[in-house]
């Protein structure tokens, strides 16, 4: 890394590959900070190595130590500026667990209704606003004109529901600021934090979620003030689909071969979302139960196989392994805070009950230890694997478990059928009753992750109205409080399991004389941009990008290395944690690349050094 | 401008340029970058798109909102820490800002690489580029006074950007750092601000008016309590015990009496939302003592217990002798019914039951 530009290495031995450092550090257009690190194959055009990379350490797990648990959802929302909220709902999910109370029926429609609003403001943003970039006229033109020339004789197969004639009209739309679809999404973002707002008070960092309830004010007007803005999304979202659609094979279509690109085994985890009121009582001993009943199913699929449903064995089977994260070991001298849990399970010293944190800020070393994330697997006790599980950008899995788990059905506005996922949009002011139909994909990859994203667009909307009229009744029948009292026990555990918008999140809590004596929240970056692990097994970025085909036609300084960061964007990161490419030296790249410096260099593989 | 105070807003601004450099590198959650993508007065692409008058045209380098990446993301940002920034700049930053020195090796907070391959620490940028920016903006609790990444017990030394830079720090052209403070930032609290600094730079508005803490004084200037439409029940004594009631939160935690914020009356955005006013207690996340000067946040302030407790008795009073009132004016006066006489005061000569008809005359209908 040091010097920039090629790697070579004269002991290198058969692998005669030419390879190109390349960094990307800061990824821009994702929240936090990330850096991607690769070795790229220009011979062959394709990447060889990827390594991601984080850049900010905070400390939550350390400063939260002895702090009133009651505080957690209030200081956990702060880990993330885009879905600070998720993380304070899972919070207050494992906060009822240990104070052992069960918030109203009402209050856990509300916050599925936040949490709703929250999904389709996000991703709406994320799509249309950073991922669309990639996607969009000036981008395209840069990095593969010809494509761009393809987009403009190509018909967008449904403009009767989006508007744009051609492929390229879409492009065009997503250019940045002076892009009609640009800006409509900034527009789009706006009112749906509106809905978010009327439920959990503030957008990112809510001020009305407690454990035991919410402390919004619940009445008629509140409920209508949601629905109105819903109708006008739903609206939306009958054009957005389709459009995303249209763009996204045309791209399947244009460059043949694109199915690889992002491209990897299926490793996908989901920890579920929106709670049933009617059987969740967050008692771990019924878990099982409850989790199996929670509106996004909770689930592992390994190989396009439905491994598990069960929150239980879910969360027996995390670990924490280090390997490449600035971090010391605790599997010796850590405290084990949680001996089994309380079904009598025993607990690994690596689990995020049992974690010990303790930093060691040293030098980035790509051979070594190179980030402040650390490595969440799964151990799959069927094979002794710790499977470097994705969340697919989070919509990817969370389809994709539901369809298998086959067992949601929320009357008829989302239902899953085994082989899919079928959502019905009501009938709108300038549109019809609309179904539409995800089906599980081939791939888990770069464009199913970013498609997977519209459709959970549409389920979070669908699942809003069910959530709605769920609501109506209660307040209707007169029902309407919206928390329950509680006390701090000396001591107790707890586990909160939800989707954050990106995937899969889950928050670990021990208490002891009513303090904070242990917590570990686990969001979805950490398992997504984890870097090698203690067994050498690289994290999804990193497995991802490497071996991805590279389609950019642009070389030397115009590179953009579009279809890394396509891919890295496709995962949704943030990264209040990290991963970042890093273009060694955009100068010795040209160098590389000029006619007089044809010479093979001799590559010795990363994995013998 | 020195003609005249008053500045034409047609007149071409004084500076016809201005970059923003963004850093969000700093122990943050960017939750301010997302915040403020929520303004709408005046909303991101209003100042970028000029369709304010008399701005001058605004170059946005932001890590969330970039066409570019990496390296090419990063051009801007060198230029400027090397002084050579073509145009002036307003420095943003957003997170807390490490400890650095507290360690023999490694960093806390970095963006982009070196060419030794290690981060550029986030301190680094700000030595550099707050030396030559023309304004320096703290976005948020933690880039202000150090937020919940500085609270007690934290590893990195964690602090606000006017401990890190000084709180007597000015930049060039003379002016203080600005903060603006709020966990995460309301959205067009910030914006409002920038387009103030914008005006400055371009000419049309005098030194941004800052109280100690350097906020914005228009902004910041009121506590919680004084906008909040929950301080009725808190003048009549009437105190929620549940989360979920209309009530006066502050027995639940609220700190709104004595938090500066403008959120309980302004709204989270398009009015909608907020805290104690819509029944989220007041965790003063605005303020420089946050967050520890508050915790246990679901707790009554020691305070609250006191002032509350006084106004127990003139609120029960009050709250009494206003239901007599009200139940009064709740109903409508007697006058308002169908009998057949006319009860309202006045007396008709003209018609009325027992009247003489009144004549009929050529023209009257």
């Given at each position: 890394m040091s010097e920039g530009g090629i790697t070579g290495g004269a002991a290198g031995g058969q692998d005669t590959r030419q390879l190109v450092d390349?960094?990307?550090?800061?990824?821009?257009r994702i929240v936090g900070s990330l850096g991607i690190h690769t070795k790229i194959d220009f011979g062959k055009n394709e990447v060889a190595e990827c390594w991601s990379t984080s850049s900010i350490f905070r400390g939550y797990s350390i400063f939260m130590k002895g702090k009133d648990p009651r505080d957690a959802h209030f200081i956990t929302s702060r880990i993330c500026g885009i879905c600070g909220d998720n993380h304070a709902t899972c919070s207050v999910y494992a906060q009822n667990m240990a104070y052992g109370i069960k918030p109203p029926h009402l209050a856990e429609w509300l916050i599925n209704l936040g949490e709703a609003a929250e999904y389709m403001f996000d991703h709406n943003l994320f799509q249309d606003n950073l991922v669309g970039v990639d996607f969009c006229e000036k981008m395209v033109r840069a990095t593969n004109p010809g494509v761009f020339e393809q987009a403009e004789k190509t018909d967008a197969p449904g403009a009767e529901h989006h508007g744009y004639k051609k492929i390229a009209d879409i492009m065009r739309a997503l250019n940045p600021f002076t892009g009609e679809l640009y800006r409509e999404a900034l527009h789009v973002s706006r009112y749906t934090r509106e809905m978010f707002c009327l439920m959990e008070g503030r957008h990112v960092h809510p001020s009305t979620l407690y454990p035991g309830g919410i402390g919004t004010v619940p009445t008629v007007q509140l409920l209508t003030d949601y629905l109105t803005r819903l109708m006008k999304y739903v609206e939306f979202v009958k054009k957005i689909v389709p459009l995303h659609?249209?763009?996204?094979?045309?791209?399947?279509?244009?460059?043949?071969?694109y199915e690889q690109v992002g491209n990897r085994r299926v490793l996908l985890g989901c920890w579920g979302s929106f709670q049933n009121p009617e059987t969740c009582d967050f008692k771990y001993e019924n878990m099982a139960m409850w989790g199996g009943d929670m509106f996004v199913t909770p689930g592992i699929v390994v190989d396009g196989k439905l491994v598990t449903t069960d929150l239980v064995k879910i969360n027996l089977g995390i670990r924490i392994l280090l390997g490449s994260s600035f971090y010391d070991d605790w599997e010796d001298s850590g405290e084990l805070f949680v001996k089994h849990d309380p079904l009598g399970n025993p607990v690994d010293k690596r689990h995020p009950w049992n974690q010990t944190t303790t930093p060691r800020p040293q030098k980035r070393d790509l051979k070594n230890k190179y980030t402040w994330v650390m490595s969440p697997r799964w151990l799959d006790d069927r094979t002794g694997d710790h499977l470097a599980l994705d969340t697919g950008g989070g919509p990817l899995a969370r389809l994709w478990t539901t369809a298998l788990a086959n067992t949601v059905d929320m009357n008829g506005y989302v239902k899953a059928t085994g082989k899919g996922v079928e959502i019905l949009l009501p009938k709108t002011a300038g549109k019809p009753e609309t179904k539409l139909n995800w089906q599980i994909p081939k791939w888990s990859n770069t464009i199913e992750r970013n498609r997977a994203r519209s459709y959970f667009q549409a389920y979070a909307a669908a699942s809003a109205f069910y959530f709605l009229e769920h609501a109506f009744a209660e307040i209707n029948a007169g029902r309407t409080q919206t928390s329950v009292p509680f006390t701090v026990p000396d001591e107790a555990i707890g586990c909160g399991f939800h989707e954050a918008v990106r995937g899969v999140l889950s928050h670990h809590l021990v208490i002891r004389d009513k303090k904070i004596a242990n917590y570990h929240p686990y969001p979805p970056t950490p398992w997504n941009a984890s870097p090698r692990d203690s067994f050498g097994t690289p994290g999804p970025y990193e497995d991802a990008v490497t071996g991805t085909p590279l389609f950019e036609e642009s070389r030397g300084d115009d590179f953009k290395g579009i279809d890394i960061m396509r891919t890295v964007r496709s995962f949704d990161p943030c990264l209040p944690c990290g991963v970042h490419m890093?273009?060694?030296?955009?100068?010795?790249?040209l160098v590389r690349h000029s006619p007089t410096l044809g010479a093979q260099i001799a590559y010795e593989p990363e994995s013998s050094k | 401008m020195a003609d005249s105070p008053i500045r034409s807003l047609m007149q071409s601004p004084a500076v016809p340029e201005v970059d923003i450099l963004w850093i969000t590198a700093g122990l943050s959650c960017d939750g301010d970058s997302i915040s403020i993508t929520a303004a709408t007065q005046p909303s991101l692409e209003d100042v970028l798109l000029g369709a304010l008058p008399g701005l001058p045209k605004v170059n946005l380098h932001h890590p969330v909102l970039a066409y570019e990446t990496g390296e090419a993301f990063l051009v801007p940002f060198h230029r400027a820490a090397r002084g050579e920034s073509p145009r002036p700049y307003v420095l943003v930053i957003e997170g807390s800002v490490p400890n650095e020195s507290i360690k023999e090796e490694g960093f806390w907070a970095g963006l982009g690489t070196d060419a030794e391959g290690q981060p550029i620490t986030t301190c680094t940028w700000i030595d550099q580029l707050s030396k030559h920016a023309w304004g320096v903006v703290a976005i948020g609790t933690c880039a202000t006074y150090g937020g919940i990444h500085a609270m007690s017990g934290n590893p990195t030394g964690a602090m606000g950007l006017c401990d890190y830079l000084g709180w007597d720090f000015k930049t060039g052209a003379g002016l203080p750092i600005v903060c603006v403070p709020g966990c995460p930032v309301q959205p067009d609290n910030f914006m409002e601000t920038l387009l103030y600094l914008l005006y400055q730079a371009a000419g049309l508005s005098p030194m941004i008016p800052l109280d100690h803490a350097h906020r914005p004084r228009w902004l910041f200037s009121q506590t919680v309590h004084e906008g909040c439409d929950r301080g009725g029940y808190y003048e009549q004594g009437d105190f929620a015990a549940e989360v979920g009631s209309r009530k006066c939160i502050v027995k639940l935690g609220c700190w709104g009496p004595v938090v500066l914020c403008n959120v309980g009356r302004r709204g989270w955005m398009a009015g909608i939302g907020g805290c104690p006013n819509v029944g989220g207690i007041c965790i003063g996340c605005t303020m420089?003592?946050?967050?520890?000067?508050?915790?246990?946040?679901?707790?009554?302030?020691?305070?609250?217990?006191?002032?509350?407790?006084a106004i127990l008795m003139y609120g029960r009073t009050v709250r009494a002798l206003r239901n007599f009132t009200k139940s009064s004016l709740d109903r409508e006066p007697i006058w308002r019914n169908r009998k057949p006489q006319l009860t309202t005061g006045y007396q008709p000569t003209t018609y009325g039951k027992g009247q003489a008809k009144a004549p009929t005359t050529e023209g009257q209908s």
């Open positions: 390349m960094s990307w550090d800061p990824i821009t659609d249209d763009l996204f094979n045309f791209f399947y279509e244009a460059l043949p071969g890093y273009l060694g030296g955009g100068k010795e790249l | 420089p003592g946050f967050p520890d000067k508050f915790m246990p946040f679901m707790q009554e302030p020691p305070g609250a217990i006191m002032s509350s407790a």
